[in-house]
């Protein structure tokens, strides 16, 4: 994160003695990015994080891909998807490459352990539902519209108050990150961004637990899933400070940037991550050129995949979309809007549209779960229709 928070209770300075009320010492843990060069905050908690009394390893993480047929263009409708698992085994990939993996996930069961990823940041956007992230940095809710970003070794688990649930989750391998562009050389975001430091949610408030018995933490790392067994709860810090921490941004609080002719997908630019970006696309007024075409030109992605997630609205530039469709539009091959679209597009003066667009700059592939929920007329729905 680009600002300074702290939390609980800690010390006057850094590396030096912090004592219980009995006269012992909480355990000062270091976590941070990049070696000791990126961000991070210091914890300090009641037992030392280190501390374990078994380990074994539960299963392969890797995603299961369809083999390679001919570069087109794809639609999956997710609605179509069943609802199971827990937030973390109840995760249904789609899309997957060497920097990032792309799901749905509609959880009906809780979580009976705690989880922490140690591979990358992970981004969860909430379409549906309600509910809390609980953390060793604090307690985070959520509601729809929420993006929630937790950083890489974070220790959580999602608790949700809602009958029905859905995210997008976006797995990263690295750092996400909100754009450089946005940001001045302090950090602080500057006056032409969409979104500042006050549309930012950090944890409400610290729990901190010292119970003992037997607690399971799960782990990705080297993209396996391994099993910890503690004999104290994780949730264990009684302070910390730094700028490493999970944080909630709001879709709806995302202030779109217009213009007289159509603006290219960078202005919707909400995040950045290692070969990818992260867009936002918010109910807006359209272009105010007399003359202006409001839907997206045709355009080829180069050196770019883009894969749109649809939220809810009228997605004027595509037929045959609904809500949770997610479509692929791969680099080699250009895209645009359906027919007719353009024509229709004119003369409207705004559009009520929320997706998420995710652009990665090394080809995705499909992941096997994705093929059951495939639109197989989807390549051919640039075609006129026949009279």
């Not at 990126?38 to 074994?56: E, K, V």
């Not at 976006?170 to 562009?181: A, F, H, N, Q």
Request: net charge negative.
């Amino acid at each position: 994160m680009p600002f300074y928070r702290r939390m609980g209770e800690i010390p006057h300075k850094r590396h030096v003695q912090f004592r219980k009320d009995d006269g012992g010492l909480y355990r000062e843990e270091v976590m941070g990015t990049k070696g000791f060069s990126g961000i991070q905050s210091i914890l300090y908690h009641h037992h030392p994080p280190t501390q374990i009394s078994d380990a074994r390893l539960l299963r392969d993480w890797t995603v299961k891909v369809e083999e390679e047929g001919a570069n087109r263009h794809r639609h999956f409708l997710t609605r179509k998807l069943s609802p199971g698992g827990d937030p973390i085994d109840g995760r249904q990939y789609l899309l997957v490459n060497e920097d990032v993996a792309i799901g749905i996930c509609m959880p009906t069961e809780t979580m009976e352990y705690f989880f922490r990823n140690g591979d990358g940041d992970e981004l969860w956007f909430v379409h549906e539902g309600e509910g809390r992230v609980e953390t060793v940095f604090g307690t985070l809710s959520y509601r729809p519209g929420d993006y929630i970003v937790v950083p890489v070794g974070t220790t959580y688990r999602l608790v949700t108050s809602s009958e029905r649930t859905r995210f997008l989750v976006i797995e990263s391998t690295g750092e996400i990150t909100i754009p450089k562009r946005y940001r001045n050389e302090y950090g602080q975001l500057m006056e032409h961004s969409p979104y500042c430091e006050r549309d930012i949610r950090g944890p409400e408030r610290l729990e901190t637990h010292v119970e003992e018995g037997e607690f399971e933490v799960r782990v990705k790392a080297r993209n396996q899933l391994h099993a910890y067994r503690c004999d104290f709860h994780p949730f264990d810090v009684v302070g910390w400070d730094g700028y490493l921490y999970p944080y909630a941004f709001s879709i709806h609080d995302f202030e779109p940037i217009t213009g007289s002719i159509h603006q290219p997908p960078p202005v919707h630019q909400t995040f950045a991550g290692p070969n990818f970006v992260v867009c936002s696309f918010v109910p807006r007024l359209f272009d105010y050129h007399p003359e202006a075409i409001p839907v997206p030109y045709y355009h080829s992605n180069v050196h770019s995949d883009e894969v749109l997630y649809y939220v809810e609205g009228n997605f004027m530039s595509r037929r045959g979309i609904e809500s949770g469709s997610v479509t692929l539009h791969p680099s080699g091959i250009p895209h645009g809007p359906h027919p007719g679209a353009i024509e229709n597009s004119l003369g409207k003066d705004r559009t009520e549209e929320l997706a998420v667009m995710v652009d990665t700059f090394r080809p995705l592939r499909v992941a096997c779960s994705a093929l059951a929920v495939e639109d197989p007329g989807y390549l051919k729905s640039w075609l006129p229709a026949k009279s």
